[in-house]
């Protein structure tokens, strides 16, 4: 189950990637916000990520205007990997370097189109582990600091 949240500055495109992860058969969970009123993003992304966290879900997809805030917040979990994505290359490479299991978009920043090129590139890249691994576990070990 993939989680997913926004502000009211992405909630249309976070509302096409819903519809987009119906059409591939997969299941989410909608964190909101739920309509365009404003509202603040940690509110709503911070929830999501407390979930892929958990096991709750297995990654998540979170969204404001630049991406910016949402990542962050997301980041400040223990145990979250969110990386913040505008192009399929970076989308690739961050789940085969860095396992990854959130990802953030910025609606101002990307397309309905690019977002869900994106989206199905980081959902499909498996993470390749070896010398990467090694790398994640020194970067997740300073969340123990």
Request: aromatic share 6%.
């Amino acid at each position: 189950m993939i989680a997913i949240a926004s502000d009211h500055g992405a909630y249309a495109l976070k509302e096409a990637v819903k519809q987009h992860l119906e059409a591939r058969g997969l299941t989410y969970k909608d964190f909101g916000t739920y309509g365009e009123a404003s509202c603040d993003y940690p509110d709503f992304v911070a929830p999501a990520a407390k979930a892929v966290a958990s096991g709750e879900c297995d990654r998540g997809i979170v969204l404001c205007t630049t991406g910016i805030g949402a990542s962050i917040t997301a980041n400040k979990v223990k145990g979250i990997r969110c990386a913040l994505l505008s192009d399929k290359m970076s989308a690739r490479l961050t789940r085969q370097h860095n396992d990854t299991n959130m990802m953030a978009l910025g609606a101002g920043v990307v397309g309905p189109m690019l977002a869900m090129e994106i989206v199905d590139t980081w959902l499909d890249t498996a993470f390749e582990g070896g010398r990467h691994q090694r790398r994640i576990d020194k970067v997740m070990a300073l969340e123990q600091e």
